[in-house]
């Protein structure tokens, strides 16, 4: 058999190489979702930094005005985006930066959305007012809900941990 015949007879038998699979790096969700006392965009509270690190990825600028050790992750050429905040490396507070088109609620509210929704949808809350925003927040045991408002719309949402303060 000519050497070219061999090559093409392998060449058809093997199987076809597949490029490789392209690394995703972990990054912020572009559609973060709110599930109410558990997660914003898959961050929960008491998650690790590394935790974090691994969810969001390590594309984040450290805020250089905050009490408490906090990650800023924005969007490129954007000022919206979210945020985490640390005590002894665990998270003790994470929050929408700015209005991030696509979050939302597991119930479905969005970032846009009426505040008559959000307190259609969320009995209990209560109104607590921010500098420059207010926050429909409900306490739990463990966690703090808010969904923060600016006029008459959903502008953004939060987990804190009850010592924490509702405004971010």
Same mark, same amino acid.
């Given at each position: 058999m000519?050497?070219?015949?061999?090559?093409?007879?392998? @060449?058809?038998a093997?199987?076809?190489?597949?490029p @490789?699979?392209?690394?995703?790096?972990?990054?912020?969700?572009?559609?973060?979702?709110?599930?109410?006392g558990k997660?914003l965009?898959?961050?929960?509270?008491?998650?690790?930094?590394?935790?974090?690190r691994?969810?969001?990825g390590?594309?984040?600028e450290l %805020?250089?005005? %905050?009490?408490? *050790?906090?990650?800023? !992750?924005?969007s490129?050429?954007?000022? *919206?985006?979210?945020?985490?905040?640390?005590?002894?490396?665990?998270?003790?507070?994470?929050?929408?930066?700015?209005?991030?088109?696509?979050?939302?609620?597991? +119930?479905?509210? +969005?970032l846009?959305?009426? *505040?008559? +929704? @959000?307190?259609?949808? !969320?009995?209990?809350?209560?109104?607590?007012? %921010?500098?420059? !925003?207010?926050?429909?927040?409900?306490?739990?045991?463990?966690?703090?809900t808010?969904?923060?408002?600016?006029g008459?719309?959903?502008?953004?949402?939060?987990?804190t941990?009850?010592?924490?303060?509702? %405004?971010?």
């Amino acid at each position: 058999m000519p050497l070219l015949t061999v090559a093409l007879a392998l @060449a058809l038998a093997l199987p076809a190489a597949t490029p @490789a699979t392209p690394v995703t790096q972990a990054a912020v969700p572009a559609k973060g979702v709110l599930a109410p006392g558990k997660s914003l965009g898959g961050v929960r509270l008491g998650d690790t930094t590394a935790a974090v690190r691994l969810r969001w990825g390590s594309r984040y600028e450290l %805020c250089r005005v %905050c009490e408490r *050790t906090t990650w800023l !992750y924005t969007s490129p050429g954007r000022r *919206t985006g979210a945020a985490v905040s640390f005590r002894t490396g665990r998270v003790t507070a994470v929050f929408t930066l700015g209005a991030p088109l696509g979050w939302h609620t597991t +119930q479905g509210l +969005q970032l846009g959305d009426a *505040t008559t +929704q @959000a307190m259609d949808l !969320y009995k209990g809350f209560a109104w607590n007012r %921010c500098i420059g !925003y207010g926050a429909l927040s409900l306490r739990g045991r463990n966690v703090v809900t808010s969904i923060y408002t600016y006029g008459e719309s959903v502008y953004g949402f939060a987990l804190t941990r009850p010592s924490e303060p509702v %405004c971010q």
